[in-house]
């Protein structure tokens, strides 16, 4: 009997949010088992032999491992989508959502990780300038896409804008989207945050780790003034 597809994964991550997202979009319900990474639960040999890259999120869709979030959102919308605008058949409209969804891999996300993991994981008690000024160069690659759309591939929601909203929702607590220079980032930003999931399956995750990544700044400096 097949049952509900487990999700590894915890709600301060980004990219797992990205996959709660996009399985809200579809209405697809999964199995959820909190992951935790400070506890490293993602190094142990059971976690290993899912994702030997030792990332959440992972879904176990009844014995088919998928692993990171941008793959797992095509293959949750391939599979159980009941249309096809999240996730077009089409050639070239797909190209340009996997462009998107690379440009979050490849640009937005290690943007967000940049300035959040040395003050999670290595005592960081500041993220430098620099780290924000480079999320705002990223910022500026999606202005660019959304020229007179209203999501980045178009007149429809794709799982595209699922995944980056989830980075860039988490990047703008630390590097805030400045209207003026990004004013069509800031609509778009806005416009997701009515769809009905956003709440549940987004923000609760970025206000999570904002207020970690707020709380640990400050433990982090007193830490270092003490030493
Ligand atoms: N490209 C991957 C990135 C996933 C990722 O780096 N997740 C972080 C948590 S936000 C993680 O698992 N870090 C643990 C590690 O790298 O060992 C995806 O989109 O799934």
Partial sequence: MSTKPVLYYSPRSPP?????????????????????LKEKEHLTPEFLKLNPQHTIPVLDDNGTVVTDSHVISAYLADKYSPDETLYPKDKLKRMEVDARLYYDAGHLFPRVRLMVEPVIYFGADNIEQHKINYMHLAYDGLEKCLTNSPYLCGEN???????????????????PINEEKFPKLAAWLKRLTQLPYYKKSNQEGADLLGSLVKDLLVANKKAKENQ
Avoid: K, M, W
């Fill in 157 to 175: 929601l794709t799982i595209a804008d699922l995944c980056a909203v989830a980075s860039v929702s988490s990047g703008a607590i630390f590097a």
């Fill in 16 to 36: 797992c949010r990205a996959v709660l997202l996009t399985a809200a979009a579809i209405g697809v319900e999964l199995d959820l088992r909190l992951t935790n």
